[in-house]
C-alpha cells in the first residue's frame, strides 16, 4: 500500500487578501511571513523523516513549503504538474467576495466557495477534471511505489479533489471543504485492488498524525 501524506502549502498573501490565486506563481502567491512561520510549526512538529519522498507541485508555493519541510529529513524532492492547482480561468486574481456577490448562482454561501457551474462563467478548470488529475497521480504514484509513505505538497482543492477521488466521487462535490493551509490529509491506496482509505483529514499541528 503507497500512504499518501497530502500537505497544503502555507499562506500567501493571495490567500490573506481572499483572492482566487489558482494557477498564478507571481510575488503575490509566494508564501507571506506567516506562511513561513506555519511551514516551520510543522517542520518542528511533525517530523516527516518516515517518508521515502516528497512529491510537489511545480509553484513557488508549494516549492518553498517542501523546501522547508524537508530542511531536515532532506528526503528527495520531484513536482508534478497533476498536482498543480485548480485553475479559475479567467477569475483567477479575483477577489472570492466580489465574485460571490456577483455571481450568487455560482457558490455555495455556507463555504463561499464555486460550485462546479462556476466553470462556465469563468472558463476555468472544471472539479471533474481536478479530480481526475488528482486520481490519476496516486494511481500512477501507488503502481511506481507500491510501498512508500510520500509527503505531498499541493493545494487546497487538489487536496479536496484527491479526497473525493478517494470518497467515489460523491453526487454533491460541497460535502468536503478546502482543506486549511499546512494541514495534512493521509490517502492510503492499495494498488492491488485500486482501493482507496481516508485516513484522517485537514489535521493541524496540535494533532496526532
Known sequence: MTDFYFVRHGQTAANAAGLKQGTINTKITFLTETGKKQAQTVHKHFDISFADRIVASPLQRTKD???????????????DKLLLEISYGNWDGSKNADLEAKYPQVFDHVLNDVL?????LAH????THVIDRADHFMSV???RYPDEKIIVVTHGFTIKAA???????PDNPMVVEEP???????????????NYYLRYYNRVVDSKF
Open 116 to 120: 462546479p457551474s462556476y466553470a462556465q
Open 124 to 127: 476555468g478548470e472544471t472539479f
Open 163 to 169: 479526497v473525493l477521488a478517494a470518497l467515489g466521487r
Open 141 to 143: 504514484t501507488a503502481q
Open 65 to 79: 513549503t517542501a523546501d522547508i519541510l524537508n530542511q531536515s529529513a532532506h528526503l528527495p524532492i520531484t513536482y
Open 180 to 194: 486549511d493551509n499546512l494541514s495534512i490529509t493521509r490517502i492510503t491506496r492499495k494498488a492491488s485492488s485500486d
